[in-house]
């Protein structure tokens, strides 16, 4: 039935408001409640330890194929959220593919007696690279010892003291034949500080100066003569000792080598034979005793300098003959699994540190330090994409080392080309490895769209679902995932009111009755913090009321904001009628994101029109505060406009739509049917109840579709009509698409089964318009024709009207301009 009034001596026909049931959302759809009786179980203590894996199966099937493929590139890239449980799904997958694999070997990095600054790697089956470098030790501990006891002994005396008194005996020898053959020319060879003179000598006595000058002129030139011979015989002899001694010199070098080479064969014959399944070692071996031997003296005892900076403690040490284990595995273990929550560039490649000595800095092989990639290699490595985007030049590192299948330490300034010091080169260790990258999906997408290697690398991607279906199966597995929580968290156990009360939550984080959120994060956090409440009434165990508690603090916590609002609200510095009718003018309803807590407040939205050319202007857009989906629910909304109503004639309209007292931008098309039905109102001149609220957005053809936030929205505006008396006419219309998302507050929910408050669903404008008016909106029947009366033929009758005027205004000055 209809109720006929008139405004403005205008005819109106009113809906009765009876009709309006049909939209009404029955309190049975508003919350859905969790009833987990089935399980059999108390609390949670009683639910068994074992915690099954829920849900994210597509992932978990991609994680596993990503880590078996032995492919090249089939790298892992697992896409999800903050929260969402993707290290440790990633860890636990990774760890059952590492169970049912051998361990890697072990890396060493030793001295290149060639070449210091290229130092050489040396791969050892696992466990046994630690063995070496205790072997290694343990050699030069030995010769130590043996080596310096060997120089020591009697027989290595007795060889060395017959060396020298053969070299003496042949420099003695050597100058003695030449003392002779200057002696039968009666020349003397005398040693002054300066070195060697030759002198005349007469019965056996050298002649002084004077004496020589007495002799005569033949005698005197003869003598002359005889020393500038001999001088040249002279030089030539003393030529000669110097290749005596380096002569001598190599004799003691030979027996040295051939003592050393005795003290230290045995000790190096065996570890050859010990290591002799590994050339490279033995290789190294060798080198080693060559380098020992030819180095022999660096054993024996020095002598002491009083200068502590000029003692030869480190050419004592034997420290080139150590060995740096970079990468140490053990043969019962199982592959590693590394997660590096720093990655930076030293890190994740490794560095070459330096050590300071008199001002100077040096570096040896010693000083090679692995990074994450060495310690993962044979197993899998586990990375934050945004850490790694975030430091300097990791990325390309770790691309450069996927791709070249190893791992050469440098630092970045090497790589770049920006250092050109001398430094170490070490050899590259060949790099076996799985890389799982946990991140985003905006940036797996950013990088598949602008790094061109980024899929030739990462090839698997597994997407985590946000929710879960909430079917009576994947509930009590839920309620085990809780429970598996609590013990591992070692909080109260939680009884089966407050576990129902956390599915329940878990629906409300999803947006949605018939899913569960899979974010584990904001689950951990709510145990942890009921857990909190419980203690603080020294229970034992936790209930729905403890649950309950920690909702509400962490919406007060975070509440500033809204409660900021709501106080603007109701001091009527935002202007938010909830009663009486205004033409133009609805309340929308909008939702404000604060990361983990959100909430929504009403918006008066109005329009105003009048005759013009055909254009919507949004003002929120022309002032650049709408965003472009916002800006599209405005184009949206004025399509429908001009496609339903007066199609025969030009649309003749100009209006505004506007976010009164909106000072901050504007996004999304929720609140399209609202601006929708405050313009057909202009258009219309009837009124728009302001106890009723709005929300939805429309397509060209007037269907209201679906939309985001619905439960904050509804409460913001249940909790402004609160706070100035509900009387049964308050309500808000949402799409009948989003009443599968309803998990509203209980308050909100006894409100309407009291009859105080109104949730009302509707598929189309002309629903909603009909109920904001009170007014029936009017289909068109079989000749085109909508009812008189009706909001629609009120509109269609203005149109035509604005388009009349406007003919008439064209064709006036069209007279004009002839006159």
Not at 309 to 315: A, Y
């Amino acid at each position: 039935m209809v109720i006929e009034t008139y405004h403005n001596q205008r005819r109106i026909v009113h809906m009765n408001i009876s009709a309006f049931r049909e939209f009404e959302v029955s309190t049975n759809e508003l919350r859905t409640s969790c009833d987990l009786q089935a399980v059999g179980f108390e609390t949670s203590a009683d639910f068994p330890p074992e915690e099954r894996r829920l849900g994210q199966q597509r992932a978990i099937d991609a994680i596993r194929f990503g880590l078996q493929i032995r492919d090249d590139g089939h790298n892992v890239f697992v896409l999800g959220p903050t929260g969402s449980n993707r290290h440790h799904l990633a860890e636990e997958l990774a760890k059952e593919c590492a169970s049912s694999k051998s361990p890697p070997g072990d890396w060493c990095y030793v001295n290149n007696f060639a070449d210091p600054e290229r130092p050489h790697n040396l791969y050892f089956p696992p466990g046994r690279g630690k063995n070496f470098r205790k072997d290694m030790l343990d050699l030069i501990e030995d010769l130590h010892a043996a080596i310096p006891a060997a120089f020591e002994s009697d027989d290595y005396r007795a060889q060395l003291k017959a060396l020298e008194e053969e070299f003496q005996k042949e420099v003695d020898a050597h100058w003695h034949s030449f003392e002779d053959h200057a002696k039968s020319e009666n020349i003397a060879i005398l040693q002054t500080p300066t070195g060697y003179v030759l002198a005349p000598i007469r019965d056996g006595k050298v002649i002084n100066d004077k004496e020589f000058a007495k002799r005569p002129a033949a005698e005197r030139k003869a003598v002359q003569e005889a020393i500038d011979r001999l001088s040249e015989e002279l030089q030539t002899h003393i030529e000669q000792i110097p290749k005596l001694q380096k002569k001598h010199r190599e004799l003691v070098k030979s027996l040295n080598r051939k003592v050393t080479e005795h003290a230290v064969g045995v000790s190096l014959s065996e570890l050859m034979e010990k290591y002799r399944t590994l050339p490279a070692v033995v290789a190294y071996l060798g080198e080693v005793r060559n380098d020992i031997i030819e180095n022999a003296d660096d054993f024996q005892a020095p002598e002491s300098s009083p200068l502590p900076f000029l003692r030869t403690s480190e050419s004592r040490s034997f420290s080139q003959y150590e060995v740096n284990l970079v990468v140490s595995n053990d043969e019962e273990a199982a592959a590693p699994i590394i997660f590096e929550p720093n990655p930076h560039y030293t890190n994740i490649i490794g560095k070459i540190e330096h050590r300071a000595e008199m001002g100077a800095l040096f570096t040896d092989f010693r000083m090679i330090r692995p990074g994450a990639l060495l310690a993962a290699n044979g197993g899998y490595l586990i990375l934050d994409i945004h850490r790694i985007l975030s430091r300097p030049f990791i990325w390309e590192a770790l691309k450069q080392a996927l791709f070249a299948k190893q791992v050469r330490i440098e630092s970045p300034g090497e790589s770049y080309g920006f250092v050109s010091t001398a430094t170490l080169q070490p050899d590259p260790i060949p790099l076996d490895i799985k890389v799982i990258l946990i991140g985003e999906r905006r940036l797996y997408h950013l990088l598949a769209i602008y790094d061109s290697e980024f899929y030739d690398l990462f090839k698997v991607a597994a997407d985590l679902d946000d929710d879960l279906e909430r079917s009576g199966e994947n509930v009590e597995a839920y309620a085990s995932l809780i429970a598996a929580r609590i013990r591992e968290k070692k909080l109260l156990p939680f009884g089966l009111g407050a576990m129902q009360r956390v599915v329940e939550q878990r629906a409300r984080r999803a947006n949605d009755s018939e899913r569960l959120s899979m974010h584990m994060g904001s689950l951990e956090d709510l145990l942890t913090q009921s857990d909190f409440w419980a203690r603080q009434r020294d229970a034992k165990t936790v209930d729905a009321s403890d649950v309950v508690k920690a909702i509400d603090e962490m919406a007060r916590r975070l509440g500033r904001l809204r409660s900021r609002i709501n106080d603007a609200i109701q001091r009527d510095m935002l202007l938010i009628d909830t009663e009486g009718t205004c033409i133009g003018q609805v309340n929308g309803l909008s939702v404000t994101d604060l990361g983990e807590y959100r909430f929504g407040h009403p918006v008066r939205i109005t329009a105003t029109t009048r005759i013009g050319s055909g254009r919507v202007v949004d003002i929120e857009r022309e002032v650049k505060l709408g965003g472009p989906i916002h800006s599209k629910g405005v184009m949206i909304l004025a399509s429908a406009v001009s496609s339903r109503y007066a199609r025969d004639v030009p649309l003749s309209l100009h209006a505004n739509i506007v976010f009164e007292q909106s000072y901050g931008g504007v996004e999304g098309d929720s609140a399209s049917v609202a601006e929708l039905c405050a313009l057909l109102s202009s258009l219309s001149d009837v009124p728009i109840r302001q106890n009723i609220a709005v929300t939805g957005s429309t397509d060209q053809l007037g269907r209201i579709q679906v939309i985001g936030g619905v439960n904050e929205k509804i409460e913001g505006f249940f909790d402004v009509c609160k706070e100035r008396g509900l009387d049964g006419t308050h309500g808000v219309i949402i799409p009948r698409d989003n009443v599968k998302h309803l998990m509203l507050r209980e308050d909100v929910v006894e409100a309407v089964e009291q009859g105080r408050f109104k949730v009302l669903a509707v598929k189309s404008v002309d629903e909603a318009l009909s109920i904001l008016t009170d007014v029936e909106a009017g289909q068109r029947d079989d000749e085109g024709e909508f009812p008189k009366d009706s909001v629609n033929d009120r509109v269609e009758r203005q149109l035509v009207r604005y388009a009349e005027l406007r003919k008439t205004f064209a064709e006036g000055s069209n007279d004009d301009e002839k006159e």
